[in-house]
């Protein structure tokens, strides 16, 4: 049980397009899930919390207009990079945990975004 | 501050012990993870520690001291696809994960 599903995994795009990430809990209801970021050879970044029907709360330094996110479900949430640029190129991560504060995070397979 | 201590990378020998080290200092405590990362793959839970002791499961155990802020995954029987990072993580004490660095294992036959 607790499956978390990301999609897509991988995707090129062209610097200055948007590009959207989405993370299903498959098993369970989430009310909230996170997002993360990783450099290579470093640890998770957390960027954001997605908030079921309400805003996400991001992390100092993360632009809220830039990666927009949307928790329009308790099984939904969306990361939207917009107007991407080579810098942004990463590998984001989502997460999610049935409604339970002992509840360990299950996490999406990952998404490795390349901006060229 | 917040802060989570790993070992950056360690090296153990296929079928031997290994014990990864995580020491914390949190703004409360409410639970420690350990995940395990393969590269290029997203993080998979191994364990939860709330209380203090030793938490058995299969090859895998974890232990948490909560007075001493420390808390060690050990590997056993070490497998090669056991290489990979290992990630410590605490629940603050509002509820946040507040994770390390990762401890990169290498395994060689």
């Known amino acids: 049980g607790a499956v978390v599903s990301q999609h897509p995994s991988r995707v090129i795009c062209k610097s200055g397009t948007s590009v959207k990430i989405e993370c299903r809990s498959l098993?369970?209801?989430?009310?909230?899930m996170f997002w993360y970021r990783q450099f290579p050879k470093q640890s998770l970044m957390l960027m954001a919390t997605s908030n079921e029907g309400s805003k996400a709360t991001y992390e100092q330094g993360v632009e809220k207009d830039k990666f927009l996110i949307n928790h329009a479900s308790l099984t939904l949430s969306t990361l939207t990079v917009t107007s991407a640029h080579p810098e942004d190129s990463s590998f984001y991560i989502c997460?999610?945990?049935?409604?339970?504060?002992?509840?360990?995070?299950?996490f999406g397979n990952g998404t490795r975004l390349t901006v060229t | 501050g917040q802060n989570i201590d790993q070992p950056t990378e360690m090296t153990a020998t296929e079928g031997a012990i290994v014990q990864i080290n995580c020491t914390y200092q949190?703004?409360?405590?409410?639970?420690l993870f350990w995940y395990q990362q393969h590269a290029g793959e997203a993080p998979t839970f191994l364990s939860y520690n709330v209380l203090d002791g030793l938490e058995e499961k299969g090859r895998f155990s974890s232990f948490l001291s909560r007075s001493k802020g420390y808390s060690y995954l050990l590997l056993k029987e070490l497998q090669m696809k056991d290489s990979a990072s290992y990630l410590c993580a605490v629940k603050d004490s509002n509820y946040q994960l507040i994770w390390g660095a990762g401890t990169k294992l290498i395994i060689k036959p």
């Open positions: 098993d369970f209801q989430a009310t909230t």
């Open positions: 997460s999610a945990r049935p409604d339970r504060v002992s509840s360990p995070l299950h």
């Open positions: 949190t703004s409360g405590f409410n639970g």
